[in-house]
């Protein structure tokens, strides 16, 4: 029989073209995402006469670091720094916690309208972020939390994605493993708190980058609830390098490299279980 009409042969010849599809794929996304990188860095590196004068990601020799100097003295880099990082590690401790117990609430445990409160819950994901902006502002001034970080962390602090991932990873749990722990003489909070988590540390790593990501990047909702110079966080800081006659692009390329290392520092130290969250399994070995 010839080769031709082999079914395998036929299935391995599919398998890869999709396969091949894939991988341009991914070059392709992989390019457009890191392209505005490199011409930021080589941006930031070009003095401020020669930005326009040459092509875009023409690299000026020798590099000039002076915005790099300069933007620590144009704003208070540190304070803004401070001000981010306080407010993304509460919201990524809170995040985890809600999301961790709502999670394991929503899969373990049984009480009427569980699912239909599920999906009422997860469907909020569905409503755009615009549409909140004005019901969230006024809940925080009834709180009196406007121009505070308590406005920034209030209303980040519960996610739904976030209970979303950790219900379909504790779902992956077997029920065996359940009722050994009551055997045992394990209540639900144990656990949860002694079984649970102590195997959930790739999925609660992805999470909590995703949302200390989210809170280190926020600026629109900064923007509208803080007023005071010493409470702004770093991409509302960068903001006002911009005026409206005139950008040092320069200036604000090396202020958005700066306030770009720590999530890419933070995402390689964690890349293990960022990769191993993928694999969603509950249990090791």
């Given at each position: 029989?010839?080769?031709?009409?082999?079914?395998?042969?036929?299935?391995?010849?599919?398998?890869?073209?999709?396969?091949?599809?894939?991988?341009?794929?991914?070059?392709?996304?992989?390019?457009?995402?890191?392209?505005?990188f490199?011409?930021?860095?080589?941006?930031?590196?070009?003095?401020?006469?020669?930005?326009?004068?040459?092509?875009?990601?023409?690299?000026?020799?020798?590099?000039?670091?002076s915005?790099?100097?300069?933007?620590?003295?144009?704003?208070?880099?540190?304070?803004?720094?401070?001000?981010?990082?306080?407010?993304?590690?509460?919201?990524?401790?809170?995040?985890?916690?809600?999301?961790?117990?709502?999670g394991?609430?929503?899969?373990?445990?049984?009480?009427?309208?569980?699912?239909?409160?599920?999906?009422?819950?997860?469907?909020?994901?569905?409503?755009?972020?615009?549409?909140?902006?004005?019901?969230?502002?006024?809940?925080?001034?009834?709180?009196?939390?406007?121009?505070?970080?308590?406005?920034?962390?209030?209303?980040?602090?519960?996610?739904?994605?976030?209970?979303?991932?950790?219900r379909?990873?504790?779902?992956?749990?077997?029920?065996?493993?359940?009722?050994?722990?009551?055997?045992?003489?394990?209540?639900?909070?144990?656990?949860?708190?002694?079984?649970?988590?102590?195997?959930?540390?790739?999925?609660?790593?992805?999470?909590?980058?995703?949302?200390?990501?989210?809170?280190w990047?926020?600026?629109q909702?900064?923007?509208?609830?803080?007023?005071?110079?010493?409470?702004?966080?770093?991409?509302?800081?960068?903001?006002?390098?911009?005026?409206?006659?005139?950008?040092?692009?320069?200036?604000?390329?090396?202020?958005?490299?700066?306030?770009?290392?720590?999530?890419?520092?933070?995402?390689?130290?964690?890349?293990?279980?960022?990769?191993?969250?993928?694999?969603?399994?509950?249990?090791?070995?």
């Amino acid at each position: 029989m010839s080769n031709k009409n082999n079914p395998s042969n036929s299935d391995s010849v599919l398998a890869k073209s999709v396969q091949a599809i894939a991988v341009t794929l991914l070059v392709f996304g992989a390019i457009t995402m890191i392209v505005p990188f490199i011409w930021s860095v080589i941006t930031s590196l070009k003095s401020a006469e020669n930005i326009f004068s040459h092509s875009a990601f023409w690299i000026q020799f020798p590099p000039d670091f002076s915005a790099y100097k300069q933007i620590w003295e144009r704003i208070p880099l540190l304070l803004y720094a401070g001000n981010t990082l306080k407010v993304a590690l509460i919201v990524t401790v809170g995040q985890l916690a809600t999301s961790s117990l709502a999670g394991y609430a929503f899969a373990r445990l049984k009480f009427p309208g569980r699912d239909k409160l599920f999906f009422v819950y997860i469907a909020t994901m569905m409503i755009p972020g615009m549409v909140l902006l004005i019901p969230n502002f006024v809940v925080m001034r009834n709180l009196g939390a406007i121009n505070t970080h308590w406005a920034l962390i209030l209303s980040a602090v519960g996610s739904a994605f976030g209970t979303f991932l950790m219900r379909q990873f504790f779902l992956s749990f077997p029920s065996e493993l359940e009722d050994a722990a009551k055997l045992d003489g394990c209540n639900p909070f144990m656990f949860y708190w002694h079984i649970l988590l102590p195997n959930s540390k790739p999925i609660l790593t992805t999470l909590g980058l995703m949302a200390f990501q989210n809170i280190w990047n926020d600026f629109q909702w900064p923007l509208i609830v803080l007023n005071d110079e010493s409470k702004r966080t770093l991409q509302l800081g960068l903001s006002y390098l911009m005026s409206e006659y005139y950008t040092d692009w320069t200036l604000l390329m090396a202020g958005a490299i700066i306030t770009l290392l720590p999530i890419i520092l933070l995402f390689f130290a964690v890349q293990k279980y960022f990769v191993q969250s993928f694999k969603f399994t509950g249990l090791k070995g």
